[in-house]
């Protein structure tokens, strides 16, 4: 609701700019007539300028068109009714040979309007001109734009709602359906676990890239140290590039379940078991395959 909410004020906003561009345009180009300047200057202009101020309305689809006298006195408008009459409107930018753009109360109601001032040949302001559009026609032609709008907002939030249903049951399915404070937690208290046990442990994934090992395989195969997190380097050499004895790499890399198999390492001799690695069930209920081998060393 809130996305629909800004997406309609911000069309609402737009809409008034551009509203208010295109009546600075028009107006511009009345005020740069040289027939406007002509008349602004002559003895009657309104004899001249009401039936051309008219045509140019209806044209251009505005509620109203008015040119007035520096002194902001109406020359057309229209209503016949209001010529010679002052105009309803801040003008001072006008008078002072800028032109603006504003939302005022006035004779039609309250409008969006462009006021530009009529400048003769020595620059001397000597009329100004002001379109307007009222601001309850532009409220309707913007309402137009709220089903649009609602459409593209709805749509926007039913595709987030899918992506995070989805992310969701991606994530509860590749976590076992643990959270991540659950995750963390079981991360910190296994670490510890496989630290405190006296023999080494090697866990080798399908690929055959180290996952993890303890510090007493690390001792007894001379493996560098373990990171203490992952954001401290690559944590899953390959076993290829390690210096281990040629039986010892073939065994890991086979991934063979075998029983308390002898190797030789260097001057120890280790006593190998090695059998799948298969996770317990989730929480889903669900059993997960086998990620790999787990392989225990102990030196005979």
Same mark, same amino acid.
Do not use: C, H, K, W
């Given at each position: 609701m809130f996305v629909s909410t800004a997406a309609f004020v911000d069309a609402r906003d737009r809409g008034y700019s551009e509203?208010? !561009?295109r009546l600075l345009a028009v107006a511009a180009a009345i005020a740069d007539s040289p027939f406007v300047v002509t008349a602004a200057?002559? $003895? !009657? $202009? +309104?004899?001249?300028?009401? $039936?051309?101020?008219? %045509?140019?309305?209806r044209d251009a689809a505005l509620d109203f068109i008015t040119i007035m006298s520096p002194a902001g006195v109406s020359w057309t408008h229209p209503d016949p009714a209001e010529i010679g009459r002052q105009y309803v409107g801040r003008t001072g930018p006008a008078t002072a040979g800028m032109s603006f753009t504003d939302v005022t109360p006035g004779t039609p109601g309250p409008s969006v309007r @462009?006021? =530009?001032?009529?400048?003769?040949?020595? *620059? %001397?302001? =000597? *009329?100004?001109?002001? @379109? *307007?559009?009222? +601001?309850?026609?532009?409220?309707?032609a913007l309402d137009a734009r709220l089903p649009a709008i609602l459409a593209i907002t709805l749509t926007l939030l039913l595709a987030g709602s899918l992506a995070t249903w989805v992310l969701r049951r991606y994530l509860r399915r590749v976590t076992l359906g643990w959270g991540p404070e659950e995750l963390a937690r079981l991360f910190v208290h296994n670490d510890s676990v496989v630290n405190s046990v006296p023999e080494g442990l090697i866990l080798v994934d399908g690929a055959g890239d180290l996952?993890?090992?303890? !510090?007493r395989a690390a001792e007894l195969l001379g493996l560098p140290p373990r990171p203490a997190s992952r954001a401290a380097g690559a944590f899953s050499p390959r076993i290829d590039d390690l210096d281990l004895p040629p039986s010892l790499a073939d065994l890991l890399r086979s991934g063979s379940t075998v029983p308390d198999e002898i190797h030789l390492c260097g001057s120890r001799v280790l006593v190998v078991s090695q059998n799948p690695a298969e996770p317990t069930p989730s929480r889903l209920g669900t059993r997960a395959a086998p990620v790999g081998t787990v392989a225990t060393l102990r030196e005979r």
């Open positions: 509203r208010a !561009d200057t002559s $003895p !009657d $202009p +309104t004899a001249a300028l009401q $039936p051309y101020t008219l %045509e140019v309305n @462009a006021v =530009v001032p009529i400048l003769d040949s020595d *620059g %001397e302001v =000597v *009329g100004m001109v002001a @379109a *307007g559009v009222r +601001t309850s026609n532009l409220q309707i996952v993890l090992y303890n !510090d």
